[in-house]
């Protein structure tokens, strides 16, 4: 946040207390510490990786976006091919568009860019994963000296909302905008009337991180390249849609026809099926749901 406004006449003066230094020397705790949740067979999951087979794939147009369907245990892989190109991602429950990838709650059991190994969970009351990183071949970026990494659960997807309130003009290809379409011509409904079940994204090959002094969502040229790709095995059977955003690599603008723009392809595998035969497939979750509203005894 710009926090310049705070500090302007007539505002009332905050001061610190004696003590701000040692309060402000509290150890951090990590909230969900690793260990503590079921983790990804990860060696079972690449001996299913190398024998799966391509089974069907399409192309995402620019600034535009595609459904998918990727039944539980299959493989799906988002594919950088023409050039730089940032795209976001939403799940649902094919049977259920009531559960859907819950952006939060995945950044706060994994972190703010997630990786192989790392699960796309659901909301609540379903919290199970819909998804796990299976393979991602920007793996090697780690977070660069600005802070930034790949693949975030921080930004929400840009929107025609957003940019007509800062704006002020009416866009009609960002990524909620495409995404609703998507969904609507899926749904066989007009895009107003399913906008509600797009959600927030995982930004796949979006380069985000926050600022060190201000601590604000920025974004950088995407790193990356034609072949590059995150793949996923699917949990349960989902609908998916992917959107090419108007920002293209993301380096500068988005939410405008400015930047250059590609497709993306979305490729979906079978693997043999005998090579999952012990993976654990996720339940939604057990809690009973009574929130502490029940009578006692
Ligand atoms: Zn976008």
């Given amino acids: 946040m710009d ?18 230094a040692s309060r402000r020397a509290a150890k951090p705790t990590i909230v969900y510490p690793a260990g503590t949740m079921p983790g990804p067979d990860l060696a079972a999951l690449e001996q299913a990786r190398r024998t799966m087979v391509k089974t069907h794939e399409l192309t995402v147009p620019p600034r535009d976006a595609r459904t998918f369907r990727v039944a539980r245990g299959q493989f799906f892989r988002i594919v950088s091919i023409d050039g730089p190109q940032v795209g976001d991602l939403n799940l649902w429950n094919a049977e259920d568009l009531s559960e859907r990838f819950f952006s939060g709650k995945t950044r706060a059991l994994h972190g703010t860019h997630v990786g192989i190994g790392d699960r796309l ?54 990524c909620h905008s495409n995404l609703s379409r998507a969904l609507a011509a899926e749904l066989e409904m007009e895009p107003r009337a399913i906008e509600h079940h797009v959600h927030d994204v995982l930004n796949v090959f979006m380069c985000t991180g926050f600022t060190r002094d201000t601590h604000q969502y920025f974004m950088k040229a995407s790193p990356v390249r034609p072949g590059d790709f995150i793949e996923f095995l699917a949990e349960i059977d989902l609908l998916g849609a992917l959107s090419a955003c108007p920002g293209g690599d993301c380096s500068a603008t988005h939410s405008s026809d400015a930047a250059a723009c590609h497709a993306l392809k979305i490729e979906i595998f079978e693997p043999d099926r005998t090579t999952l035969k012990d993976w654990s497939w996720p339940s939604p979750s057990a809690y009973h749901r009574r929130h502490g509203g029940h009578a006692q005894g």
């Fill in 121 to 174: 969970w659901s909301n609540m009351p379903y919290l199970r994963p819909m998804a796990t990183i299976s393979h991602d071949t920007l793996g090697w970026y780690g977070f660069d000296e600005d802070g930034a990494g790949i693949h975030d659960v921080i930004g929400t997807r840009c929107d025609p909302y957003t940019n007509l309130l800062l704006n002020g003009t009416a866009y009609d290809f960002s």
């Fill in 3 to 20: 926090r310049s406004h705070r500090d302007q006449p007539g505002m009332s003066p905050i001061i610190a207390p004696a003590d701000a």
